[in-house]
Nanobody, 126 residues
Framework: QVQLVESGGGLVQAGGSLRLSCTPSGRTFSPYAHGWFRQAPGKEREFVAAINWSGGITSYTDSVKGRFTISRDNAKNTVYLQMNSLKPEDTAVYYC???????????????????WGQGTQVTVSS
């Protein structure tokens, strides 16, 4: 059963940048779509970005468009979330999610993903 591990979180000043990484804790052989979600204190987990297996299709929530970039390197089994121009409202625990996608599609809803990481904390100070 594949499990995911996120890394790269931390404390950054407003306007700064972080790059999050997502890797499987075990071997994988199937094509997977991936997504990034985040959960701030007192709020529900929300969609941030998603990418298909080939990397040719991406999607972002409006609040991060132009600032965040999701990408992947399948040779390294790694999905990235580059976060630039960070704002205090970006403060949250960020989760990586994965789902087998034989059709190579993209998924935007939390319930569409079966595999999740434990999350990495991103804190943006003002």
């Amino acid at each position: 059963q594949v499990q995911l591990v996120e890394s790269g979180g931390g404390l950054v000043q407003a306007g700064g940048s972080l790059r999050l990484s997502c890797t499987p804790s075990g071997r994988t052989f199937s094509p997977y779509a991936h997504g990034w979600f985040r959960q701030a204190p007192g709020k529900e987990r929300e969609f941030v970005a998603a990418i298909n297996w080939s990397g040719g299709i991406t999607s972002y929530t409006d609040s991060v468009k132009g600032r965040f970039t999701i990408s992947r390197d399948n040779a390294k089994n790694t999905v990235y979330l580059q976060m630039n121009s960070l704002k205090p409202e970006d403060t949250a625990v960020y989760y990586c999610a994965a789902e087998p996608t034989p059709t190579g599609g993209i998924m935007l809803r939390e319930y569409e993903y079966d595999y999740w990481g434990q999350g990495t904390q991103v804190t943006v100070s003002s």
